[in-house]
């Protein structure tokens, strides 16, 4: 019975933690009137960030009821207006330096730029070494609700035309360099995120064409563009510089 009203305790705090959370997201964005930015994991989830002056609340996935599905990142210093130092006590090191870039109406691009021990390791090392060519490559785009809804709505892989493929893979000319750079920056030990880099080109190049790519749908690529072999080429060669 002490058992049962341990769990049940536990439950019900949690569920407490998770609400007060979602309801200080929802006061604060009516009262300052902020606005809360999608994105989509990659594995089509759909998660949410809130910054406040203070802090940033992130939800992934957003339709979870776990209290872990949220988590916290305090805002330490603002650098300018781009810029800000952070601290999430889950991470190892705790502190980084994260860029935040609006660009229009409907699209937010947030990248870590520098990780740290300290504040001040942080920013000593934001203010004495140049930002990479490659950072962009490390952005997440979030967006605005009416953009999600907008995606909701959009057709997913199994409607994508040869032409709208093709265009989406043209990724050496933009990415070639900057990748070519961070291998070398990261001295060839991350080579997995180099596809990772090109799949969200893909991803991003196919949502400004009116597509949703993390839609869940049936679909197969290589059985859709069977015979093509231009296209299969572009899917699968392996990818070298």
């Not at 409907?106 to 203010?127: C, D, H, Q, R, Y």
Request: proline share 3%; glycine share 4%; net charge positive.
């Amino acid at each position: 019975m002490n058992r049962l009203r341990y769990i049940v305790l536990v439950f019900v705090i949690s569920f407490i933690s998770l609400s007060e959370a979602q309801e200080e997201i929802k006061h604060y964005n009516k009262k300052n009137s902020i606005k809360t930015w999608y994105a989509y994991n990659a594995s089509g989830e759909l998660g949410s960030c809130t910054i406040f002056e203070d802090k940033i609340i992130f939800k992934s996935p957003l339709d979870s009821n776990n209290e872990k599905s949220i988590s916290t990142v305090f805002i330490e210093k603002r650098l300018d207006d781009r810029h800000m130092i952070v601290r999430n006590d889950d991470k190892k090191p705790p502190y980084a330096i994260i860029q935040v870039i609006k660009t229009g109406k409907s699209i937010l691009k947030m990248a870590p730029i520098v990780k740290g021990i300290s504040i001040n390791s942080v920013e000593k090392s934001f203010k004495e070494n140049k930002t990479p060519n490659w950072i962009n490559l490390t952005e997440k785009d979030w967006y605005t609700e009416k953009q999600i809804e907008q995606l909701k709505k959009a057709p997913g892989l199994d409607k994508l035309t040869r032409d709208d493929l093709l265009l989406s893979m043209q990724w050496r000319k933009p990415l070639s360099e900057k990748i070519q750079q961070y291998l070398k920056d990261t001295k060839g030990e991350r080579q997995f995120m180099v596809y990772r880099f090109v799949n969200e080109y893909r991803n991003k190049k196919l949502v400004e064409l009116g597509y949703n790519p993390y839609k869940f749908v049936e679909y197969n690529l290589e059985k859709q563009f069977e015979g093509d072999e231009e296209v299969l080429k572009l899917l699968f060669e392996e990818i070298k510089f």
